[in-house]
């Protein structure tokens, strides 16, 4: 829809070529419009239709007007009241809501054209395209045809007829498999899509989602915000766009009432405002550009480009064995007609048999190519993505639910990630005096302050504000706004506070908040003349800044060194207590001046915000100890308050380091390589500073890193790390765009969870890739070694579609979407160059084939002796059950597959749906196929007993497999760096220190 649908960080050499397509289509596109639209408003006329909704302006006025950036064209229409009034809007109420319908009708909805979703169909063809397919479907055709001419019918076709079928039903499961996928994506992809902004309607301000906008509406923006649509701007205070992502410019544009032009899909990257819409969807300059130009799409995942470079080998060793297995029987056939003295008489019954030696070559290439192997990431990933999503987290890039199952640290933020983000004000000095706040007792904590002390702190709390009291329809008072200025609001309006009445004062100047300067200041004029200046923000900062204080008399006195180090003492012991402080002064001036002062400001209060550590963080942290992941806490917090939440929360231990942002800044190279291992906490710090400490330990200290940020300014960060994790309600659209998991309710404890399905994924494809190389191995070497010893192949086409089926994508949906164990946690993490098949693996699929080829070969050449066979159907008999022992084989082997180490691979089972449904299909249809489908897959039926022993067999490799694994295939000292791995951090304490 908008300019974030474009993956930035995945979007590959094709989706950046978009964007400089893009690029040059803006600068034509804008030189032909400012020639088409060189025409005066007087001359523009009105349809009907627009005229009879009442409005004085249509659809390609409004947009001709912002694209050019036509100023000559406002004005001609009066401005931005003119235009106001031709869209019959308020500029204070904003649009009326009974007339939403009329403006949709008129100037569009806010959203772009989409290409309709492919259908089910369309997946069906494509799977019809692969090639080894289409030679088996030639294959089955001709062998119709030749057995129709030979056998007669229907006798004659039972042997095509059963290859094409088998081929369909292949066919049909891929595309099912590839259809829902595709499906899940879309609404991973709608997710992905909810923006919310707010807007002024009926005279109240109120979110909605950009979907939603109309045209005429009042648009509030703040930083790190995505404009919505077109439009123009109307009030604010040092509002500065990003406009990058449309023009390529890395330069930001100031926007005012000289240049008062806003373009969808732009960011906010500095400052606030209200805007106008003029355009809305398709109307827009994005939206024109995205007529002509599609959308990039992802790149492939490390993993899936890892599995394609193993599935390319396997394919060469299948097609090699397919070939030698033809070639063996086609030399036999030629032999024993030379021997028979039969070599120049030739029959179709001889040619059929030609034919399906090559249709079995052909199907061991079928077999051999690992096309599950894609299948099974990609099921794999959506898998994950979609319980993710139930559990809060919103994965942007396919690739990050695989890093994150390779991470070793997590950079988290401290407000709202690890705790609660519901501030309330907890502590208050003012007038020389520490007062605790209590909902039930602030009248009588509070009374001993001087009144006007009270009514300047108030109008320091309403004034100099980010947040907004607003009223509902039902009359009831909401705060909008940062969960700080929010307690504050909040307090505020506890004590009796008006914010009708002290908003009266005029706003002449505001400095927004920014996390570098850690303040936020305004100027306003007061009713005597003269001027007034706020300011608010970190304590430390805002002491520095002040040279006087009020007193508990409510005079501003002069502040010397002893006072200002008893107010020290009190800012250090409201964050020994985890309060966040905030330190509030104000500067009467009798002229304006050209900026907001930096000093000589009177201190009014200090006040500390009390905001609780989520539940269930500390076992969240410990967690991810175990699992050999250091937790680092970086935040702007005063290094007491991040101290004390961090002991809380168990980030912070014994022998962890706590470092503030400014000395962090002045290390040198080899100092920081010695401190960043040890630092677990940094405390003021700058979002540079993020990004410096992310750089290092990616670089320095070969971390894989994952990155928590909420700003504009964590953007860097979270673009610098490996999996940059961005907040879904503190968050701002510059930060979601830069990250590739959204954490939907901010939270820890998700993360940890994301870190659990990133593992679970790596092992679920690791288990898959286990159980398909068991099965390619013994299905090539049975096959070869059978058509070189009796000139037979013991697995027939069709039959080795069916284990293709369940190899692939049987295998791939079982063993794929294995939820999650607790002992995934219990493990280091993967490294970035460890092996994809590790030893173990190589152990249990070595183990695992020799086991089957064993017993497949001694029933092969001895199982009429030992099976007690007798009778013309014999051959018949040994052949079904040499197969179906062979399917059985591989139904316990996917069991013993679903774990790679463990020996009870029964555990969890019963909870697994998918992969017990998968079991049950697998058996069903093997029932069918021996039973009741032996025309087509050249079967017979088989007596109880039989089945009994293949049941067996299959029963007794499962049991082999566990014995396997118990056979040690790591060096000693590797084994002992596993096991340190699990503890890479001392123990944190069981309680919870005293500041």
């Given at each position: ?6 993956p930035?960080k ?6 950046r070529?978009?964007?400089?397509k893009?690029r ?8 032909a ?11 523009h ?7 009879e909704?009442g ?12 694209r050019?950036?036509d100023?000559?064209k ?5 401005g ?16 009326s809501?009974s007339?939403l319908?009329a ?10 054209v ?8 369309l997946?069906?063809?494509e ?5 080894t ?6 294959c089955a ?5 030749v057995?129709v ?5 229907p ?8 290859i094409?079928?088998?081929i369909?039903?292949?066919v049909?499961?891929?595309?099912v ?9 879309r609404?991973l992809?709608k ?18 989602s950009?979907?939603d906008?109309?045209?005429?509406d ?6 790190g915000?995505?404009?919505p649509?077109?439009?123009i701007f ?8 990003d ?6 410019e890395?330069e ?7 240049k ?9 990257q500095?400052?606030?405002?209200k805007?106008?819409v003029?355009?809305?969807?398709m ?10 130009l599609?959308?990039?799409?992802e790149d492939?995942t490390?993993?899936q480009?890892?599995?394609n470079?193993v ?7 299948g ?12 030399c036999?056939f030629?032999?024993?007609k ?15 048999l030609?034919?399906?030696y ?13 096309e ?6 990609t099921?794999s990933?959506?898998f ?8 809060r ?11 994150m ?5 997590i ?7 690890l705790?609660t ?5 907890n502590?208050l000095?003012i007038?020389e ?5 209590k909902n039930d ?11 006007s ?5 108030l109008?320091?709390?309403?004034h100099n ?18 969960p700080t200025e929010?307690?504050?609001l ?7 506070g ?13 400095e927004?908040f920014?996390s ?5 200041s ?13 300011c608010k923000?970190?304590?430390e900062?805002?002491l520095?800044?002040?040279d006087k204080?009020i007193d ?11 006072h200002a ?6 800012i ?25 002062p ?6 009014i ?23 050999g992941?250091?937790v680092?806490?970086?935040?702007g917090?005063?290094?007491?308050t ?6 809380e ?5 014994d022998d962890?380091?706590a470092?503030?942002?400014p ?16 630092i ?7 979002p540079l ?14 971390e894989?890193?994952a ?31 830069n990250?590739?998991v ?11 969870n994301?870190v659990k399905?990133?593992?679970?994924v ?5 288990k898959?890739?286990?159980?398909q ?6 299905a ?11 000139g037979?192949?013991p697995?027939?086409a069709?039959?080795l579609?069916w284990v293709n089926?369940?190899m692939d994508?049987?295998g ?10 607790d ?9 970035r160059d ?12 070595i ?5 089957q ?9 001895d199982?009429k002796?030992l099976?007690?066979?007798?009778g013309?159907?014999?051959?018949s ?6 197969f179906?022992?062979?399917v059985?084989?591989?139904v ?21 749906g998918?992969f ?12 069918i196929i021996?039973?009741?489908?032996g025309?087509?897959a050249?079967t ?13 067999i299959?029963?007794?490799?499962m049991i082999?497999?566990i014995?396997?694994k ?5 060096p ?18 069981q309680?919870?220190?005293?500041p």
């Amino acid at each position: 829809m908008f300019y974030d649908t474009i993956p930035q960080k995945t979007i590959g050499n094709s989706g950046r070529g978009a964007q400089e397509k893009i690029r040059v289509a803006l600068y034509v596109q804008k030189a032909a419009l400012q020639f088409i639209d060189a025409v005066s408003a007087a001359d523009h006329h009105l349809s009907d239709e627009v005229q009879e909704a009442g409005f004085g302006m249509d659809a390609n006025e409004l947009a001709s007007v912002v694209r050019g950036h036509d100023a000559k064209k406002l004005r001609l229409h009066g401005g931005v009241d003119g235009i106001a009034r031709k869209l019959a809007v308020s500029l204070n109420d904003g649009v009326s809501e009974s007339s939403l319908d009329a403006r949709q009708k008129i100037y569009g909805f806010n959203r772009y054209v989409e290409k309709p979703p492919r259908s089910f169909w369309l997946f069906v063809w494509e799977a019809l395209h692969d090639l080894t397919l289409i030679i088996l479907m030639v294959c089955a055709v001709i062998s119709v045809v030749v057995g129709v001419v030979t056998e007669g019918w229907p006798k004659g076709m039972y042997d095509g007829i059963g290859i094409i079928l088998s081929i369909f039903l292949v066919v049909l499961v891929t595309a099912v498999s590839d259809y829902r996928q595709s499906l899940q994506f879309r609404d991973l992809d709608k997710e992905k899509k909810k923006i919310f902004v707010y807007v002024t309607r009926n005279g109240y301000r109120q979110k909605i989602s950009i979907y939603d906008i109309v045209v005429g509406d009042v648009v509030h923006l703040n930083i790190g915000d995505q404009v919505p649509a077109d439009g123009i701007f109307l009030t604010g205070y040092g509002l500065v766009i990003d406009e990058a992502s449309l023009s390529g410019e890395s330069e930001p544009v100031n926007v005012d009432q000289g240049k008062p032009f806003l373009l969808s899909g732009t960011k906010v990257q500095d400052g606030s405002g209200k805007m106008l819409v003029m355009s809305v969807g398709m109307n827009t300059e994005w939206g024109k550009l995205m007529e002509t130009l599609s959308e990039g799409g992802e790149d492939e995942t490390p993993l899936q480009v890892k599995l394609n470079g193993v599935a390319t080998i396997i394919g060469k060793i299948g097609l090699s064995f397919a070939v030698l297995t033809f070639l063996v029987l086609l030399c036999r056939f030629l032999a024993d007609k030379a021997i028979s003295g039969e070599f120049t008489k030739w029959s179709s019954q001889d040619a059929l048999l030609i034919l399906n030696y090559f249709a079995v070559a052909v199907t061991i290439i079928v077999v051999a190519v690992p096309e599950g192997l894609p299948l099974a990431v990609t099921l794999s990933l959506a898998f994950a993505m979609k319980k993710l999503m139930n559990d809060r987290a919103l994965v942007r890039h396919l690739s990050a639910c695989e890093t994150m199952g390779s991470a070793t640290c997590i950079c988290t933020d401290k407000t709202g990630t690890l705790t609660t983000n519901h501030m309330v004000l907890n502590k208050l000095w003012i007038c020389e005096d520490t007062h605790i706040v209590k909902n039930d007792s602030w009248n009588e904590s509070l009374s001993s302050v001087h009144e006007s002390a009270m009514a300047i702190f108030l109008q320091a709390i309403f004034h100099n504000t980010g947040a907004e009291v607003v009223r509902s329809k039902e009359g009831k008072r909401n705060i909008l706004g940062t969960p700080t200025e929010s307690a504050l609001l909040e307090f505020g309006l506890l004590v009796g506070g008006d914010p009708d009445t002290e908003q009266r004062l005029t706003l002449v100047e505001v400095e927004p908040f920014n996390s570098v300067k850690k303040k936020m200041s305004v100027i306003v004029a007061l009713p005597g003349g003269g001027f007034r200046a706020f300011c608010k923000g970190a304590s430390e900062i805002i002491l520095q800044m002040c040279d006087k204080y009020i007193d508990s008399t409510g005079e501003c006195v002069s502040m010397t060194n002893t006072h200002a180090k008893n107010i020290m003492d009190v800012i250090n012991s409201f964050a020994g207590e985890a309060l966040r402080t905030l330190g509030l002064a104000f500067k009467d001036m009798d002229e304006k001046g050209n900026e907001i002062p930096e000093d000589g400001y009177s201190l009014i209060a200090i006040v500390g915000i009390k905001d609780p550590v989520r539940p269930g963080v500390k076992e969240a942290v410990e967690t991810c100890r175990v699992a050999g992941i250091t937790v680092r806490m970086v935040t702007g917090d005063n290094i007491n308050t991040a101290k004390a939440i961090a002991r809380e929360c168990g980030i912070l231990t014994d022998d962890g380091l706590a470092i503030e942002g400014p000395d962090f800044r002045e290390k040198g190279p080899e100092e920081l390589k010695e401190l960043i291992p040890k630092i677990q906490v940094m405390a003021r710090s700058l979002p540079l500073d993020k990004y410096k400490f992310v750089t290092q330990l990616r670089l320095v200290h070969k971390e894989v890193v994952a990155v928590t940020g909420d700003g504009t300014n964590d953007a860097p960060a979270l673009h610098e790390s490996d999996i940059g994790l961005a907040m879904g309600i503190a968050g701002t659209e510059v930060a979601k765009e830069n990250a590739d998991v959204i954490i939907l309710d901010d939270n820890f404890s998700t993360i940890e969870n994301v870190v659990k399905w990133g593992r679970s994924v790596y092992i679920n494809i690791q288990k898959f890739v286990q159980f398909q190389l068991t099965v390619n191995i013994v299905a090539l070497i049975v096959n070869f070694a059978s058509a070189c010893i009796t000139g037979t192949a013991p697995l027939t086409a069709v039959q080795l579609l069916w284990v293709n089926m369940i190899m692939d994508t049987l295998g791939a949906l079982a063993l794929a979407t294995e939820p999650p164990t607790d002992e995934l946690m219990h493990r280091p993490p993967v490294g970035r160059d460890e092996s994809f098949i590790s030893r173990t693996m190589w152990r249990n699929i070595i183990g695992q084939a020799i086991y089957q080829l064993i017993v497949l070969g001694a029933l092969e050449f001895d199982g009429k002796r030992l099976l007690k066979l007798s009778g013309s159907d014999a051959d018949s008999v040994l052949n079904t059950f040499v197969f179906n022992s062979f399917v059985f084989c591989q139904v316990f082997n996917e069991i013993n597959s679903r774990y790679i180490e463990k020996i009870n691979v029964l555990d969890g089972m019963l909870s697994s749906g998918v992969f017990l449904a998968v079991l049950v299909v697998t058996v069903a249809f093997q029932i069918i196929i021996v039973e009741f489908l032996g025309a087509f897959a050249s079967t017979v039926p088989l007596s109880l007993q039989l089945w009994l022993i293949s049941v067996a067999i299959g029963i007794v490799s499962m049991i082999v497999a566990i014995f396997i694994k118990l056979i040690p295939v790591e060096p000693a000292a590797r084994k002992s760096e596993h096991k340190q791995g699990y503890k890479l951090l001392p123990s944190a304490p069981q309680e919870t220190e005293s500041p």
